[in-house]
């Protein structure tokens, strides 16, 4: 900085000086917190966990989503299941509030009546959730694998819907319902379902093609207009739902799911995590990106013109 105040050297020299003593100053810096051992391959870094012979028997199964609730640990706050498995339970410190709601009234009374009968024919909210694997524990106290017959899938069609009138009726009703023939649904979506009678024929059928936290792809056959219930978490704020490309309403149901009424025929469905909040942001920041990049040009330009003008 003195070399330039006195004229030592030029102002453009002094950049890139300046730029080269920052990179050599931080470079060592920067190599304590990413360094090689940063990008090692997946088969290199340490397995937190063990797999046991459960989680073997169950990852034996190549179909794209189901959900496995593991009842040798402690469900609710356990992460060893969640790193093998679609988990049911889990960890976290900012679950979504009516999903808490759920695991408080409806999936720990289907974890005490499985308990008592070691059966899921009544236990309504584990089946609509695809819950098409247990972990219990066997005679020697050794995790064992207890496989869902009644794991209704990853989407379906109902029959008939029944409309109750706030969150807590609508709780209260899937303790005791069939999910694969009937749907709960809140009557402030109402109109949703204004005019529609549902009716399923026997060849109707709903089958997930792809799956991606944030892209899920179904196709359907269906006789006639369908109301279809999909055994993923409803989340308005960023979800979109799209059949054969064209953006179709989808609403709430059975409390946490998601429902669409769906054109006969055979289709496609997709839903995509779309947030507005998120494109913005990118827009935002490209729109900041460029014109930064603008200024730093339209700078170095006028220091170069300046310094061909005093050197002429």
Same mark, same amino acid.
């Given at each position: 900085?003195?070399?330039?105040?006195?004229?030592?050297?030029?102002?453009?020299? #002094?950049?890139?000086?300046?730029?080269?003593?920052?990179?050599?100053?931080?470079?060592?810096?920067?190599?304590?917190?990413? $360094?090689?051992?940063?990008?090692?391959?997946?088969?290199?870094?340490?397995?937190?966990?063990?797999? =046991?012979?459960?989680?073997?028997?169950?990852? !034996?199964?190549?179909?794209?989503? *189901?959900? %496995?609730? $593991?009842?040798? %640990?402690? =469900?609710?706050?356990?992460? &060893?299941?969640?790193?093998?498995?679609?988990?049911?339970?889990?960890? /976290?410190?900012?679950?979504?509030?009516?999903? !808490?709601?759920?695991?408080?009234?409806?999936? !720990?009374?289907?974890?005490?009546?499985?308990?008592?009968?070691?059966?899921?024919?009544? =236990?309504?909210?584990?089946?609509?959730?695809?819950?098409? *694997?247990?972990?219990?524990?066997?005679?020697?106290?050794?995790?064992?694998?207890?496989?869902?017959?009644?794991?209704?899938?990853? #989407?379906?069609?109902?029959?008939?819907?029944?409309?109750?009138?706030?969150?807590?009726?609508?709780?209260?009703?899937?303790?005791?319902?069939?999910?694969?023939?009937?749907?709960?649904?809140?009557?402030?979506? #109402?109109?949703?379902?204004?005019?529609? &009678?549902?009716?399923?024929?026997?060849?109707?059928?709903?089958?997930?093609? /792809?799956?991606?936290?944030?892209?899920?792809?179904?196709? *359907?056959?269906?006789?006639?207009?369908?109301?279809?219930?999909?055994?993923?978490?409803?989340?308005?704020?960023?979800? $979109?739902?799209?059949?054969?490309?064209?953006?179709?309403?989808?609403? !709430?149901?059975?409390?946490?799911?998601?429902?669409?009424?769906?054109?006969?025929?055979? /289709?496609?469905?997709?839903? @995509?995590?779309?947030? @507005?909040?998120?494109?913005?942001?990118?827009?935002?920041?490209?729109?900041?990106?460029?014109?930064?990049?603008?200024? %730093?040009?339209?700078?170095? #330009?006028?220091?170069?013109?300046?310094?061909?003008?005093?050197?002429?």
């Amino acid at each position: 900085m003195f070399a330039v105040l006195f004229n030592k050297i030029r102002k453009q020299y #002094a950049y890139l000086i300046l730029s080269a003593l920052i990179l050599i100053d931080m470079y060592p810096i920067a190599k304590r917190y990413l $360094n090689d051992q940063s990008f090692r391959s997946k088969s290199q870094v340490a397995t937190p966990f063990e797999p =046991t012979p459960a989680d073997e028997q169950i990852l !034996q199964d190549k179909t794209p989503d *189901y959900r %496995v609730l $593991n009842l040798t %640990v402690n =469900t609710f706050n356990d992460a &060893s299941t969640s790193y093998f498995h679609k988990s049911l339970g889990g960890y /976290h410190g900012a679950k979504l509030r009516r999903y !808490q709601e759920l695991i408080d009234g409806g999936i !720990q009374k289907d974890i005490e009546i499985f308990a008592r009968s070691m059966s899921t024919d009544s =236990t309504s909210v584990l089946n609509m959730l695809n819950t098409k *694997y247990l972990i219990i524990p066997d005679n020697n106290r050794q995790p064992a694998v207890f496989p869902n017959p009644k794991a209704i899938g990853n #989407a379906w069609f109902v029959n008939n819907f029944n409309l109750v009138e706030n969150a807590d009726a609508e709780l209260n009703a899937i303790k005791k319902f069939n999910p694969r023939e009937t749907a709960i649904i809140n009557k402030k979506f #109402a109109e949703d379902v204004k005019g529609f &009678s549902p009716g399923r024929d026997t060849a109707d059928a709903i089958r997930l093609e /792809h799956y991606a936290p944030n892209d899920l792809l179904y196709n *359907y056959k269906s006789k006639n207009n369908g109301l279809a219930v999909f055994s993923e978490i409803y989340y308005p704020k960023g979800w $979109n739902a799209y059949v054969d490309g064209k953006l179709t309403p989808h609403f !709430q149901t059975d409390y946490v799911l998601r429902a669409m009424i769906l054109p006969a025929g055979e /289709h496609k469905v997709e839903f @995509k995590f779309e947030p @507005k909040v998120y494109y913005i942001g990118e827009k935002i920041s490209l729109i900041s990106s460029i014109l930064l990049i603008l200024v %730093v040009i339209g700078l170095a #330009a006028v220091e170069i013109r300046k310094s061909i003008a005093s050197g002429s």
